[in-house]
């Protein structure tokens, strides 16, 4: 089986700075596409940025210029930056991976618990 597991949310003021992180464990061979999305109350989950294994980058509009996705084949890790924050950054974050267990196996997608991040005014 394998786990995604966040950290690093948190309350900040706007215009503050964050740092989430998310690590995989268990049984992988290989990651493909990671990334962030974000669920505010009553809203659907969105995209907040995701890399594919290429390294290339996709940014929602909205934080473009502010956030930044990174990761870390070899400790199977992936950290999204978040600077300028405003209230309307307010919301659980998750990360999501593609994950083969094996050479030639499927890839299957999986999802971390969510870290509340809250920016206040």
């Known amino acids: 089986q394998v786990q995604l597991v966040e950290s690093g949310g948190g309350l900040v003021q706007a215009g503050g700075s964050l740092r989430l992180s998310c690590a995989a464990s268990?049984?992988?061979?290989?990651?493909?596409?990671v990334g962030w999305y974000r669920q505010a109350p009553g809203n659907q989950r969105e995209l907040v940025a995701e890399m594919p294994s290429d390294s290339s980058t996709d940014y929602a509009d909205s934080v473009k210029g502010r956030f930044t996705i990174t990761r870390d084949n070899a400790k199977n890790a992936v950290d999204l930056l978040m600077n300028s924050l405003k209230p309307e950054d307010t919301s659980v974050y998750y990360c999501r991976a593609e994950v083969a267990q094996q050479y030639g196996g499927r890839w299957d997608t999986y999802w971390g618990q969510g870290t509340q991040v809250t920016v206040s005014s």
């Open positions: 268990g049984s992988i061979f290989g990651i493909r596409t």
